[in-house]
């Protein structure tokens, strides 16, 4: 895969131990619609067997987990709900989300879908505004309801 991004993303992607580093890959793809999409070609696929492999793993388990949580940035942005028996959309003002990242602005939120179509698609959502401990009770209290949802778990 790093033969594959250096020829179709440059040489600058690479760090100074030679391997691809993530800062520079974002530069590269964030200033580049078309780099971008070229990254996301190589990465959607791998991280979706990766999650899928998961999926599996924890089904085999003897004893698997009632609910399995998984982050996924892009997801309707990528059409990837179907794979999700239940989707969960955590989010917060512009303004509020740039001041947690620093300041830092780039044109990221440009090519996502917006909040209020999120919102609207999501089985549970919540707007961040709050505290860390409200949004651990919010997810506390949604993992108490999926969990007695779950059919298995009720045996």
């Given at each position: 895969?790093?033969?594959?991004l ?14 691809p580093?993530?800062?520079?890959i ?18 959607h ?28 940035p892009?997801?309707?942005?990528v059409?990837?709900?179907?794979r ?12 509020l ?10 044109d990221?939120?440009d ?5 209020r ?7 549970f ?30 045996k």
């Amino acid at each position: 895969m790093k033969r594959a991004l250096v020829e179709r993303l440059g040489e600058e992607i690479l760090g100074e131990d030679g391997a691809p580093d993530r800062e520079r890959i974002a530069i590269r793809v964030f200033k580049d619609r078309e780099a971008l999409d070229v990254l996301e070609k190589f990465l959607h696929p791998l991280v979706s067997r990766e999650y899928m492999a998961w999926r599996d793993q924890l089904s085999a388990l003897p004893e698997p987990p009632a609910v399995c949580v998984t982050e996924v940035p892009l997801l309707f942005e990528v059409g990837a709900e179907e794979r999700f028996d239940k989707v969960v959309v955590i989010t917060a003002p512009a303004k509020l989300r740039e001041a947690r990242r620093g300041g830092r602005t780039d044109d990221r939120e440009d090519r996502l879908i917006s909040d209020r179509e999120k919102l609207k698609r999501a089985d549970f959502s919540y707007v961040n505004t709050g505290t860390p401990d409200e949004l651990d009770a919010w997810v506390e209290g949604v993992m108490a309801t999926l969990v007695q949802s779950d059919p298995d778990k009720a045996k």
